[in-house]
């Protein structure tokens, strides 16, 4: 979906200009209640970007994304195919805490994706890796079904992208980790497919 792309800046771009607009924002209600801005974590020049649908009350305490109990599920994650936080970019497609952790209005989405495209166009990676159904319908197509397309791969503004549950579902439901054990095996394949 190209939505997002009446917010992209007009000129050149830096990680000092992004964080110093998106910490001044207040296009929705969520600014207004949010203890910290949930911004985005990682290495800023990663193959791999993961992004999520919103930060929980542990990332709006702290200000960082997945640290909470689902964040700890990610680096297990990450862990099984060798990989950790500072070789990954992690980010969400709204910064600041849906009330009572509940999935972002499409409003909400809209006011902030911008913000997402321009991490996205300053980290330029390969692969996009979005968690759960909200990022992947808000990026692969509307009506994306998470049970039966996650682990696939498709094209998202020229990068190869696939979507996977996100860890809070798999805390919720331990039956779906051995399909994700897999999407992430795809995962790593992928990677190791952008050295050969």
């Known amino acids: 979906m190209d939505f997002f792309k009446e917010n992209a800046p007009a000129g ?88 009572r952790n509940r999935d972002p209005l499409p409003d909400e989405q809209a006011a902030c994706i911008g913000w997402l495209e321009r991490q996205i166009d300053l980290v330029q990676p390969k692969i996009l890796v979005f968690l759960g159904r909200i990022a992947a319908m808000a990026f692969i197509k509307p009506d994306f079904r998470i049970t039966k397309e996650h682990g696939q791969w498709f094209d998202v503004q020229g990068r190869r992208a696939m979507a996977m549950y996100h860890p809070s579902a798999l805390l919720r439901d331990p039956s779906k980790r ?5 999407d992430m095996k795809t995962l790593r394949q992928e990677i190791d497919s952008l050295y050969d």
């Open 12 to 99: 050149p771009d830096s990680w000092e200009k992004l964080l110093a607009d998106c910490g001044g924002c207040m296009k929705c209600e969520l600014g207004r209640t949010r203890h910290n801005l949930v911004f985005g974590v990682g290495s800023r020049t990663a193959d791999v970007m993961f992004i999520g649908e919103g930060p929980g009350e542990q990332e709006d305490l702290k200000g960082e994304p997945f640290v909470g109990p689902a964040g700890k599920l990610l680096d297990v994650m990450l862990e099984l195919i060798g990989l950790d936080r500072t070789q990954v970019y992690i980010a969400n497609i709204v910064k600041c805490r849906p009330p």
């Open 178 to 182: 051995p399909e994700t054990f897999v």
